[in-house]
């Protein structure tokens, strides 16, 4: 009689790999449930929330084609907007797309990984950096595009990578599904798709796939890379000279400081980029390990090289060009893609090589916990010299006093002057009332009725001084419908992530102007306590000519 054979033992990451993918998927989903409330919207987000409430499809695109995102994104919530118009329910499309994420980067670490427990352990990681990380946390907890694009990228990657084992037209259309609405949410996944072409090519290179195969995928990526052109012709075109590209990347733009002109700007982008790993202290042990991961990649499997080369030479291209900014914003995070999974790969690159090989790993990152700041501080990743802009701007119950105080339809000075960051984040206050807005000859100022009072708004983004508040208010007069004496006195509001008026407030004060301020605190990327915005009661007739 035939003894039967012994059961085959199964590895424990492999078989629970799957289950404990899950559950960082449900962590993940925890930590970005719990603060979704937590904040009231940023100027930013007001746009968002601008569009997707107009009550007209003509007023609807007309904010869609002057914003300078492609409309993907503002078409989903605009279809969320038909189920409701409160924010914090808005939010949920990130929320939900940020929990995708962690999923498909667990697929896309497993199959860098290859077979076994080395993949496994490097889904596992990459799932794990993700679900915890807190610029990835806030992107999901706010009306923002980069999560939804995040994780079709991620798919769009898994199932390129899954193209080498399974070269059908299944796959390709589900690759192709992703990269076309990817493009479609965010211009950023263009560079994103030009990395996947560079994998290609590779897979061309190393005849990884079959020609016939190989002739299929280079067709498939015609197709988002039409979607781009036409939408460059249509939209990137006719904005890409205006105010707000210019806002941005000018000598003086709020991107500039993250536009690469010499090796140590360089060095400092790639660094500080590392946020979106690991937690900024670790920011500078975390670009040494990704270095050292791009050469173990290179003597074990060039596909994780090139992966994470290509991303990384893309990014430090376009900002060395001046195209695109390359750190720890919120415009990089289609690179995650590319370097993330890179740092799972050598994780289970090391568990794979066996017992000695991950004991020296682990006492490697031991030493650099212990020893980290010295090495942050060489490494200059602690030199917080330039700021992302920051997500979450003022809590919910930080801004009460003042929507009390301040904002009372009915109660207050009749005429309430802000420029278009505070109209942005007080959006919701007024979100019907603002619809039937109307100009002033000039075009300058657009004013409606909000209760027994007027909202005047600046067609600008922030006060560039006292002196240019001065100069609107004594311009309200040619606000069609405007109440109440000229002299009378003017609520203005300023800032939302801050305003240069703020620095005015002791000429304010010294001229007797100022009747009354109610100062909103929030704290700025460094945690430090900061005005971010304030609602002040200015004389009408001393405001005209301040001390």
């Known amino acids: 009689m035939t003894e039967p054979a012994p059961p085959t033992e199964v590895d424990p990451f492999e078989r629970y790999g799957t289950s404990i993918a899950i559950a960082l998927v449900i962590v993940g989903f925890v930590l970005r449930a719990r603060g979704l409330s937590e904040y009231w919207l940023n100027p930013d987000e007001g746009i968002y929330y601008s569009t997707l409430t107009r009550d007209s499809i003509?007023?609807?695109?007309?904010?869609?084609?002057?914003?300078?995102?492609?409309?993907?994104?503002?078409?989903?919530?605009?279809?969320?907007?038909?189920?409701?118009w409160d924010f914090v329910w808005l939010r949920v499309v990130s929320l939900i797309s940020g929990t995708v994420a962690i999923w498909a980067f667990w697929l896309v670490g497993r199959e860098l990984g290859g077979r076994g427990r080395a993949g496994v352990v490097a889904g596992l990681v990459s799932a794990t950096l993700l679900s915890i990380n807190a610029y990835a946390v806030t992107l999901s907890q706010v009306i923002r595009p980069y999560m939804m694009m995040l994780a079709l990228l991620a798919l769009g990657l898994f199932h390129l990578?899954?193209?080498?084992?399974?070269?059908?037209?299944?796959?390709?259309?589900?690759?192709?599904?992703?990269?076309?609405?990817?493009?479609?949410?965010?211009?950023?996944?263009?560079?994103?798709?030009?990395?996947?072409?560079?994998?290609?090519?590779?897979?061309?290179?190393?005849?990884?796939?079959?020609?016939a195969a190989l002739r299929r995928l280079a067709l498939v990526q015609i197709a988002p890379a039409l979607v781009?052109?036409?939408?460059?012709?249509?939209?990137?075109?006719?904005?890409?000279?205006?105010?707000?590209?210019?806002?941005?990347?000018?000598?003086?733009?709020?991107?500039?400081?993250?536009?690469?002109?010499?090796?140590?700007?360089?060095?400092?982008?790639?660094?500080?980029?590392?946020?979106?790993?690991?937690?900024?202290?670790?920011?500078?042990?975390?670009?040494?390990?990704?270095?050292?991961?791009?050469?173990?990649?290179l003597a074990r499997d060039r596909l994780v090289a090139v992966i994470t080369g290509a991303g990384l030479t893309i990014a430090l291209t376009a900002s060395v060009l001046g195209l695109y900014p390359f750190g720890p914003t919120r415009h990089d995070a289609w690179l995650i893609v590319f370097t993330l999974p890179a740092l799972g790969w050598l994780v289970g690159c090391m568990i794979e090589l066996g017992p000695r090989a991950a004991r020296i790993g682990a006492g490697v990152l031991a030493v650099a916990l212990v020893a980290g700041g010295p090495l942050e501080r060489v490494f200059g990743a602690d030199l917080d010299q330039r700021y992302a802009t920051e997500e979450q701007v003022i809590r919910q119950s930080d801004l009460a006093t003042m929507v009390v105080s301040q904002m009372d339809p009915q109660v207050g000075p009749a005429t309430v002057l802000m420029t278009e960051q505070s109209y942005n984040l007080l959006m919701p206050l007024y979100v019907e009332q603002r619809q039937d807005a109307r100009f002033s000859p000039d075009s300058t100022l657009f004013a409606f009725p909000y209760g027994s009072r007027m909202v005047v708004v600046a067609r600008k983004w922030d006060w560039d001084g006292l002196d240019d508040a001065v100069r609107t208010i004594a311009n309200l007069p040619s606000v069609p419908g405007l109440r109440g004496p000229s002299n009378a006195p003017v609520l203005v509001m300023a800032g939302g992530w801050g305003s240069l008026l703020f620095a005015d407030i002791p000429r304010l004060e010294a001229s007797g102007a100022l009747l009354e301020a109610v100062r909103v605190l929030g704290r700025d990327a460094a945690g430090r306590p900061t005005v971010r915005m304030m609602g002040m009661v200015l004389d009408g007739s001393a405001i005209r000519d301040p001390a």
């Not at 904010?63 to 038909?82: C, D, I, K, Q």
């Not at 030009?194 to 005849?207: E, K, M, S, W």
Request: aromatic share 14%; charged share 15%; net charge neutral.
């Open 58 to 84: 003509g007023a609807f695109w007309a904010e869609v084609s002057a914003n300078a995102h492609p409309p993907l994104f503002y078409l989903v919530m605009r279809g969320v907007g038909l189920l409701t």
């Open 161 to 211: 990578l899954r193209y080498r084992s399974d070269p059908s037209g299944r796959r390709l259309a589900l690759y192709a599904a992703c990269l076309v609405p990817a493009v479609l949410i965010h211009y950023s996944a263009v560079l994103a798709l030009a990395g996947f072409c560079i994998v290609a090519a590779y897979y061309a290179l190393t005849r990884t796939v079959e020609v």
């Open 228 to 297: 781009f052109v036409a939408l460059y012709m249509r939209h990137v075109a006719t904005i890409i000279d205006s105010d707000l590209m210019g806002d941005a990347l000018d000598a003086d733009g709020w991107l500039t400081p993250w536009l690469v002109a010499t090796p140590g700007d360089a060095w400092y982008s790639f660094a500080t980029f590392q946020a979106f790993h690991v937690p900024p202290d670790f920011r500078g042990r975390a670009a040494l390990l990704l270095l050292v991961a791009l050469a173990v990649a």
